[in-house]
């Protein structure tokens, strides 16, 4: 056995270093206590940009090829004084069981952060994921952190004047063509004009690369207090839906130029009396519509966007259970379904099987997004993806 293992650690350092980018980060951190060659080895390659670039590669493709998803709930526990508690669920699909049929099982477990004790209200913060980074935001605070390489950092201080400011929408993406790692938080200030009553959009945007905050000119003011729903990354833009204005507002990374699109009439028509929520399917943005009358839903319409100012009504989900509403789609045209209480259900739109899974007692899970594990450093060193 002494042998092999010296063979095993004989092998030249190209070898090592293609092998080491297919390894998970958990797995590939503990691997450094092997031996000190290996560890030195490890710990060079994940603060090399080249080499984490490639990982981060290499993992894209097996999520892809992945029989698993793992995603992240917020619970919040009763029986810890309502503290948060963050859970993640791997699934596995397509098991085939003891008999013969396909199946998907899961496992739940803790899914632990950084401790930002004295940093940041977890109970309070809105999430967001891209790239293994999770970025966690309150009215004050903003903290980005890697848990896979337990990494984080707060972000420095916002450049709007938070007096008067209400917040938004915050989420976190990848510029591909700047390199960089970007956060973008927008919301408004109320304006009183002649007894009048408007709110003003105001931006920012903070790059990782410079570590600094920047303002973002915004044409576009409401005549009500806006609400917007769950933001959504695609395609190096964010999307949210300001739900009291009937209105999709957009930010181009590439750019950075705020849109607002309204939506057309006959997507309204439609939403009569439902509930609109924007998601990601197939590499497209695409609305969820289902009643908001009803305790069980069982119609959810698709619609995909068709072009800029477009949409059209892809297909009618009628799920075979009662659920409360539609959260996301995953992969392998699965969709990700809120049922009652503690119950979540996958309903895949193919096989039109579904799975079920339940969070323990005395807690309230809320969805927040699907999540891959990376190298790629918080700290502003090794963020390379080029």
């Known amino acids: ?16 270093t293609e092998i080491f980018s297919w390894v998970p980060p958990d797995s590939l951190i503990r691997s450094n206590c092997v031996s000190k060659s290996w560890y030195s080895l490890i710990n060079s390659l994940i603060k090399n940009p080249d080499f984490v670039n490639k990982h981060l590669r290499n993992i894209g493709k097996n ?3 992945s029989t698993s998803t793992c995603l992240v709930f917020c619970c919040v526990s009763f029986a810890c004084g309502w503290q948060d508690v963050y859970k993640s669920v791997t699934i596995l699909h397509d098991h085939h069981s003891s008999k013969g049929n396909r199946r998907e099982e899961y496992n739940c477990e803790d899914f632990r952060l950084p401790n930002l004790s004295g940093k940041l ?6 999430r967001s994921h891209c790239d293994g980074i999770i970025c966690l935001a309150n009215y004050k605070t903003l903290v980005l952190c890697n848990p896979a390489i337990n990494e984080w950092r707060t972000l420095p201080k916002s450049c709007i004047e938070r007096r008067g400011f209400v917040s938004l929408g915050v989420l976190l993406g990848y510029d591909s063509r700047a390199n960089d790692y970007k956060v973008v938080r927008f919301g ?8 009048s009553e408007s709110f003003k959009i105001r931006a920012e945007v903070y790059s990782l690369r410079s570590d600094s905050w920047k303002e973002i000119g ?4 409401l005549d009500c207090y806006p609400h917007a729903g769950k933001g959504i990354f695609c395609k190096g833009a964010f999307y949210w839906h300001l739900q009291t204005h009937n209105t999709i507002v957009s930010f181009n990374m590439f750019d950075e130029v705020f849109h607002s699109t309204l939506l057309p009439n006959n997507l309204l028509v439609e939403r009569k009396d439902h509930l609109i929520q924007l998601t990601v399917w197939n590499e497209s943005v695409a609305l969820f519509i289902f009643p908001q009358i009803e305790v069980v839903t069982k119609c959810i319409q698709v619609w995909v966007t068709d072009g800029p100012c477009s949409w059209i009504k892809k297909l009618t989900v009628r799920p075979p259970v009662d659920v409360a509403f539609p959260v996301a789609f995953l992969k392998n045209d699965q969709v990700l379904m809120k049922a009652n209480g503690r119950r979540f259900v996958l309903y895949n739109l193919h096989t039109q099987m ?3 899974f339940t969070f323990p007692e005395n807690t309230a899970p809320d969805w927040d997004f699907s999540y891959v594990t990376s190298l790629v450093s918080v700290q502003g060193g090794n963020q390379s993806r080029s």
């Open 63 to 65: 999520v892809l090829s």
């Open 218 to 221: 915004v044409q576009l003011e």
């Open 188 to 195: 408004h200030n109320r304006l009183i004009r002649d007894q």
């Open 121 to 126: 209200n977890l109970a309070l913060a809105n």
């Open 354 to 356: 579904l799975s079920e």
């Open 1 to 16: 056995m002494t042998l092999r293992i010296q063979r095993w650690c004989d092998l030249p350092e190209e070898v090592w």
